[in-house]
């Protein structure tokens, strides 16, 4: 069975990357996508949580990671499937579909992430509706994170396994009800996503997206989830992880310290990053130099 590891951030529009992750000097023909695909094997679709991304969008995408044959999206399911549970229309079913299959058709998707709240615990009802909404949507490589522990039941993830959908393994903010990093795989398709540790900030109405996932990893945090990512591939065909500690360009520093911790050497990076992130220069092999630093 072949492993392959995909390492990669969420999202790659963000103003707060310019200057950090982008050159600073970036003149309008620069594309950010193309540029992290560079580094980078995944990135998973965050704006599709938000609306669904168009046909004309999705197939820009695909042309632009192009150059990276191992390329592969991930995608997050449309909010009024999982956050906004009853609202979800048939032609926002059509508009995901489409975006998906015009991925697909390029051989750029890797899976469609079905994440659902903390809020979200496992009842007969919510039982009843992810059971659904799997059926909906049965004809895609399916990857489920659900964050409250009363979902941490061996028959959920039996059931998990006989569907052939993914288990998502993350880390957050642990509070007494908060589902605990795990190593798990259930099915061909595995996932970690690392959300960052910002407790002051995880529940709170006020804070931003921003301010939620302003979450730096030392190294030493990083270095149990690199273990357990190697436990996730040897049970699953494909896995992907992913950093969603985005601000500032943080997921992307995490991201590249996974990667060379996965391969045990530095890897290459955009040099941009080592101003802002010192110690990045322990992992990194900036692109285009032949000498390390």
Known sequence: MKHKIRVGPAGW????????????????????????????DTIEINSSFYRPP???SAVSWAKRVAHNSDFR??????????????????????????AIDALVEAEKFGALLIQF?????????????????????????????????SWNDPAIYQSFQRREVGFCNID?????RSIKPSARATSRVGYVRLH??????????KATPA???DYLYSVEELEPWVDKVKRVA?????????????FRGKGVVNALEIKALLEGDKVPGPATLVEEYPRIKESLVVSGQSSLF
């Open 117 to 149: 709240p903390w809020s979200f615990k496992n009842t007969e009802e919510n039982r009843d509706y992810l059971s659904s909404l799997l059926d909906r949507f049965k004809d895609y490589p399916l990857v489920v994170e659900i964050r409250h522990a």
């Open 73 to 98: 999206f991930t995608a997050k399911l449309y909010q009024r499937f999982t956050h906004e549970r009853g609202q979800a229309s048939v032609e926002d079913e059509r508009a995901v579909r489409e």
């Open 172 to 176: 957050q903010p642990l509070f007494a």
């Open 54 to 56: 168009t046909v004309s």
């Open 196 to 205: 960052g540790r910002n407790y002051g900030n995880w529940f709170s109405e």
């Open 234 to 246: 040897i049970e699953s065909e494909e896995t992907f992880v992913v950093t969603n500690n985005h």
């Open 211 to 213: 301010d939620r996932y």
């Open 13 to 40: 529009s963000y103003k707060d990357w310019k200057g950090i992750v982008y050159p600073a000097n970036a003149g309008s023909k620069f594309d950010p996508l193309s540029f992290l695909a560079t580094y980078f």
